[in-house]
């Protein structure tokens, strides 16, 4: 073999390889993309769905309630121990209401203040107290 064939051999390959490496690549762009066309479109699918249920019960209590009465405001409670002021009350309460996502699942019994360290203090000691 000369030199001249080893050289055409050798491209040939390289051209190859290259052709095959980003065919495989394109290949793999389009099929993510298109799985991406295809969950959309489910979660679209979804959200409408969810959206005429919630319209057509709305028509339903508008339709069932009558018209001289205001709709009642849910109203949240929370018990409040002495020592914990109002505004702590209101960001603990929202923060646990932001968690679950509904007034109606969960219910706060008692906010008590606590009565060892924060749990910030606690990771410092510990952090500070560990054998090498």
Known sequence: MDLM???TISASMLLTGFVIVFA???FLIFLIWLMGKIVTGAQNKAAARKS???AK???KKAEE???GSAAPKPVMKAVKPDGVSDEIVA???AAVYSMYGSTEKVKIKSIKKSKSR???ANAGVLNNTRPF
């Open 5 to 7: 064939s080893k050289v």
């Open 24 to 26: 495989v690549l394109f």
């Open 52 to 54: 005429t249920k919630a």
């Open 57 to 59: 019960e709305a028509q």
């Open 65 to 67: 309630k009558p018209e």
């Open 91 to 93: 960001v603990i309460s």
């Open 118 to 120: 924060s749990a910030w």
